[in-house]
């Protein structure tokens, strides 16, 4: 889910080759203010999961008494992946892996 170099490669370009050392450069920049924001505010993580819906279920909709998938909206779900994306980014660039995702989803009682 939080493939870090993979993130920070398609932000930033890929770090070997021309234009490489300022790649890397620029993808260290932003990996350090993002941990120290997390570091600062640690509520942050939480914030930025709920922000952009990474957790939300996928809508539905009740046909007689039952829930159904609710019709897929090309607008909406471009919009959610957007939101989802960033999100993911950040996180990635915080440093946030698997396990630690985990955590706070069990801590902000998500399951």
């Keep these: 889910m939080l493939d870090r170099m993979g993130i920070l490669q398609g932000l930033f370009g890929v770090f070997a080759g021309p234009g490489s050392?300022?790649?890397?450069?620029?993808a260290g920049d932003l990996a350090r203010r993002w941990r120290r924001a997390?570091?600062?505010f640690p509520d942050l993580r939480g914030d930025l999961i709920r922000q952009?819906?990474?957790?939300?279920?996928?809508?539905?909709t009740m046909t007689e008494g039952e829930p159904t998938v609710a019709p897929l909206d090309p607008h909406r779900l471009a919009y959610e992946a957007g939101r989802r994306d960033l999100a993911l980014q950040l996180l990635a660039a915080g440093g946030v892996s698997i396990d630690e995702l985990n955590a706070i989803v069990k801590e902000d009682d998500y399951e």
């Design 21 to 26: 050392a300022q790649a890397r450069a620029s």
């Design 38 to 40: 997390f570091h600062e």
């Design 52 to 60: 952009a819906g990474l957790l939300r279920p996928q809508p539905v």
